[in-house]
């Protein structure tokens, strides 16, 4: 019992083979393709800039609850710190410590400076 295979069948297989592997290619370096790993990764990165970026707004509701004078002489003690500084004194007033934690947050000390730094500007 022989199998009889189509003349055509052969250039089509390679055809096939080599549009996957070009399609792979493609995808790849284009960015339409990603790695399990690569999107794990990207899907953390954007995780945290999430959850900085909402707790960066309850760190600034906390700046907000003092009075309008405390506010004015602590956003102009923080002006008055080095940039790279300014992160340590939101963390040292309390207000980038999240609920349920001891210390402040780095990330969220840092975006909420600079939130703070913007209030300054206004």
Aim: charge should be neutral; include cysteine.
């Amino acid at each position: 019992m022989e199998k009889n295979i189509p003349v055509w069948l052969k250039p089509g297989i390679w055809g096939a083979v080599l549009g996957v592997m070009a399609f792979v290619i493609i995808g790849f370096s284009s960015g339409w393709l990603t790695t399990h790993g690569a999107a794990t990764e990207r899907a953390d990165a954007q995780e945290k800039t999430a959850v900085t970026n909402a707790l960066s707004a309850l760190c600034v509701a906390r700046f907000k609850l003092q009075t309008p004078t405390n506010q004015s002489l602590q956003l102009a003690a923080l002006k008055e710190e080095s940039s790279y500084k300014r992160r340590e004194f939101v963390a040292s007033n309390g207000w980038a410590t999240t609920p349920g934690s001891d210390a402040a947050d780095n990330d969220v000390a840092g975006a909420c400076a600079n939130e703070l730094m913007a209030l300054t500007a206004s």
